[in-house]
T-cell receptor, first 116, second 107 residues
Framework: DTGVSQNPRHKITKRGQNVTFRCDPI?????LYWYRQTLGQGPEFLTY????????KSRLLSDRFSAERPKGSFSTLEIQRTEQGDSAMYLC??????????????FGPGTRLTVT | LAKTTQPISMDSYEGQEVNITCSHN???????ITWYQQFPSQGPRFIIQ???TKVTNEVASLFIPADRKSSTLSLPRVSLSDTAVYYC????????FGKGTMLLVSP
């Protein structure tokens, strides 16, 4: 257990429905990241926050994807109008960025999404 | 974003030392080199990170030559539980994962 939690762990939804995933990072970490991972591939970076500011969102897969981190603590990733191609593992990670220092990201267990 | 190249798969036996080499020819000055391990249906787990020369922790060593265009993860005396995918990444604030190296440790 890295200290990063994700809920739900599994989600089955029908095509066209909206889904929302939650990530609770390690409490003192100021950065939070979202990734998507499909079978046989490495995690694919989607977006990240520093505190409540979303610093990079150009890698979100489409305008159906959005993420928030309203108070700089937990974050949510929403997928609207889900498609079968959205079926994947969605991973959240957090890190503490120190000025001039190195960093490491701690990953949660992921949310597995299945779109039927 | 710097790209990495690493072997798709490696085989080893219990008790052996395993070295996985990663090339990253266009690494940037402020990029760190980080290795992660991932088991099926789990998130990646940080193994080790370095900037130059050698870094060692309780589970692995990381060797980085002076030109930083490659790095080698060394796992001493692997066990069956080390069977996993190992990712080499370079970057500073965001990470780009490749397909990783599938390490299979046999008895």
């Amino acid at each position: 257990d890295t200290g990063v939690s994700q809920n739900p762990r599994h989600k089955i939804t029908k095509r066209g429905q909206n889904v929302t995933f939650r990530c609770d990072p390690i409490s003192e970490h100021n950065r939070l990241y979202w990734y998507r991972q499909t079978l046989g591939q490495g995690p694919e970076f989607l977006t990240y926050f520093q505190n409540e500011a979303q610093l990079e969102k150009s890698r979100l897969l489409s305008d159906r994807f959005s993420a928030e981190r309203p108070k700089g603590s937990f974050s949510t990733l929403e997928i609207q109008r889900t498609e079968q191609g959205d079926s994947a593992m969605y991973l959240c990670a957090s890190s503490l960025i120190l000025t001039g220092g190195s960093y490491e990201q701690y990953f949660g267990p992921g949310t597995r999404l299945t779109v039927t | 974003l710097a790209k990495t190249t690493q072997p798709i798969s490696m085989d080893s036996y219990e008790g052996q030392e395993v070295n996985i080499t990663c090339s990253h020819n266009n690494i940037a000055t402020n990029d760190y080199i980080t290795w992660y391990q991932q088991f099926p249906s789990q998130g990646p787990r940080f193994i080790i990170q370095g900037y130059k020369t050698k870094v060692t922790n309780e589970v692995a060593s990381l060797f980085i030559p002076a030109d930083r265009k490659s790095s080698t993860l060394s796992l001493p005396r692997v066990s069956l539980s080390d069977t996993a995918v190992y990712y080499c990444l370079v970057g500073y604030s965001t990470l780009t994962f490749g397909k990783g190296t599938m390490l299979l440790v046999s008895p």
